[in-house]
């Protein structure tokens, strides 16, 4: 009878055992399908220059047919070929009387926080100001300033700088 025991015993643990082994096979994680690339070297999509379209977002986060300011490294100053983009935002707003905007300042991330609030700010009050200049009634431009928590581009090198330093005009009431 010992004997028998001893045999149901070692059948069971035989049969823990290979259930054991074969009762959980790992599944082969599923890959996605490679798909191609449009993206440049860098790895960030760049945005263009130009906008087209008179609805939605079109460049940047700003509401076209209106189109973002670009300014220079550590600058608030609207200049060269940014002011006939602010000349194109003022000629859309003449000829909506009824629409309100935000001037939304961005900076790249270098520097601190707080330098880049700051810059933000000037930038959008650089914005505000200069459509004021161009017969736009500042009573419908507010600002803000982000500094540098609304980034376009990730990446660290001078183009995605480049379109992170911008003001966005936002359509907040029509």
Request: contains cysteine; negative net charge.
């Amino acid at each position: 009878m010992r004997g028998r025991k001893a045999l149901v015993i070692v059948a069971a643990m035989l049969m823990v055992c290979s259930l054991g082994l074969t009762g959980c096979s790992k599944k082969k994680a599923k890959t996605a399908p490679e798909q191609p690339s449009d993206l440049p070297e860098s790895g960030m999509m760049s945005e263009p220059l130009d906008s087209t379209g008179d609805s939605g977002i079109m460049e940047g986060r700003t509401s076209g047919p209106m189109v973002p300011v670009y300014f220079a490294f550590d600058s608030s100053s609207i200049e060269g070929e940014q002011t006939a983009r602010m000349e194109t935002n003022a000629d859309f707003l003449k000829k909506n009387p009824n629409v309100s905007i935000r001037v939304e300042g961005n900076c790249d991330p270098r520097g601190t926080k707080e330098y880049n609030l700051a810059l933000g700010e000037r930038r959008a009050q650089s914005g505000k100001n200069y459509l004021s200049s161009l017969g736009v009634d500042a009573s419908r431009i507010t600002t803000i300033s982000f500094g540098e928590e609304k980034l376009l581009l990730f990446g660290h090198d001078e183009v995605s700088w480049a379109q992170n330093r911008r003001d966005d005009f936002v359509i907040t009431d029509r």
